[in-house]
């Protein structure tokens, strides 16, 4: 074999060589890149979907008492709170006014009410992705919440 060929074999190798190093680095760091994609992204959705689920159940907790306080309001001019029979168990412009008190935005449902203690005894609290069911057990004296995601899961027909 000529020298000049030996010489350019060998830097033909060495060429190869930095770049299946630069190659393995550039993979490295793609790989690792995309662990960290598939594992953060998730991550992301998932606390972005408490954290607007806690919101939710913030609001929840204002229609509470917004009710309490109404309830007060309304024993004072003798009017109930509860309505049975009506599409949200209570008058519309008692909707409005619990809407407007606790500065929430979904659609109320007052299904019972506790008269002994004045409060709510159930309802739902339905928003665009969330729904809250509020019951009061009477035995623990202590309200109990549900929160359930409400996205769509399929879609049928037209």
């Not at 550039?26 to 790989?31: G, I, N, Q, T």
């Not at 959705?45 to 309001?73: D, G, P, S, T, W």
């Not at 599409?87 to 500065?103: A, F, H, K, P, R």
């Not at 009061?136 to 899961?153: G, M």
């Amino acid at each position: 074999m000529k020298k000049g060929n030996y010489f350019a074999m060998q830097k033909l190798k060495d060429i190869i060589k930095t770049y299946s190093i630069v190659i393995n680095k550039v993979l490295k760091y793609l790989f690792s890149l995309l662990i960290c994609i598939i594992i953060i992204i998730p991550s992301l959705f998932y606390v972005e979907n408490h954290a607007q689920a806690e919101i939710c159940l913030r609001e929840a907790k204002n229609i509470q008492l917004a009710m309490k306080i109404l309830a007060v309001k309304y024993y004072g001019v003798d009017r109930n709170i509860y309505i049975p029979n009506t599409q949200y168990g209570v008058m519309e412009d008692t909707v409005n006014e619990i809407l407007d008190l606790s500065g929430a935005v979904g659609e109320i449902t007052l299904v019972s009410w506790n008269s002994e203690e004045r409060i709510p005894g159930k309802f739902y609290y339905l928003t665009d992705k969330f729904l809250v069911i509020y019951e009061y057990d009477v035995d623990a004296k202590e309200p109990t919440w549900t929160i359930y995601n409400t996205r769509q899961v399929m879609k049928l027909g037209k």
